[in-house]
């Protein structure tokens, strides 16, 4: 019997590793000691950030990435090509791709890509990524995605200085219909659909600012969480300002499980 499409999850594919947080009063100055208040270890990664965050708020999802069963400072190869190929594609409704190591993240989008076309469109799963770094290696996975997350780091570093200027700079690069996101953290999030469309989100900074460690994470999983339930893009993009800009009112992420944002 085929899996019913509510059934399908959402892979995240990319980083995992161990982020260690110290809490100061401020920001030390250069060269200056400051007493830590707490320090706490966590679980980190663009794509594993997101995956948690798509759980909290209620997505079935699943996570590959390379994990290290040894000493936390051990290198740890990125996941290949070959390691993708052994992915059950059917269990899958969409798929998100944290933009890494480009060479073998290309074979892995053309594997699906053929899935999509030997399957009803019904049964054609969703490829989105994130291109963070400002990488040019990167820059290839742009035309590879239906939706594209692109960071504020990247327009700067192509020569763009406002969200407006990276969606008419960047669109040219995306394949055609594809969805361009752009946060621009206190200035929100701007975004262009499949036909061009301009959108844009304030942001919705918390009333005490304590943690923005994830909130880029957060943003992408909340879009990415309300476009794979079918919300329009608008929707979509408020929605992920909003859990983004409330992530950056406490520790971690579990409390994005208790947010009532709709």
Known sequence: MARREEQKKILCVGLVCLDIISVVEQFPREDS????LSQRWQRGGNASNSCTVLS??????????SLCAGPVASNIAEVTS???DAVDLSA?????????????QLKMMARVERHNQAV???QRIVLSVEIEKPREELYRLFPCADVVFASKDVARHLGFGTPADALRGLRPRLR????????????????AD???????????????????L???????AAVIHRLAGGAPLPEALTFGCKVAGAKCGFHGYDDIARLALD
Not at 214 to 220: I, M, R
């Open 194 to 212: 499949g036909d061009g469309t301009a959108l844009h989100s304030d942001a919705f900074p918390p009333e005490r600012l304590l943690d923005t």
């Open 82 to 84: 070959e390691d993708f």
């Open 56 to 65: 909290l708020l209620g997505s079935p999802c699943a996570f590959m990435g």
């Open 92 to 104: 899958f409704k969409w798929i998100h791709w944290e933009g890494r190591n480009a060479d073998e």
């Open 176 to 191: 055609p219909g594809a969805v361009l996101i752009c946060a621009w953290a206190e200035r929100g999030a701007d975004a």
């Open 214 to 220: 994830g909130a880029g994470d957060t943003f992408n």
């Open 33 to 36: 000691d400051s007493r830590c």
């Open 120 to 122: 009803v469109p019904e």
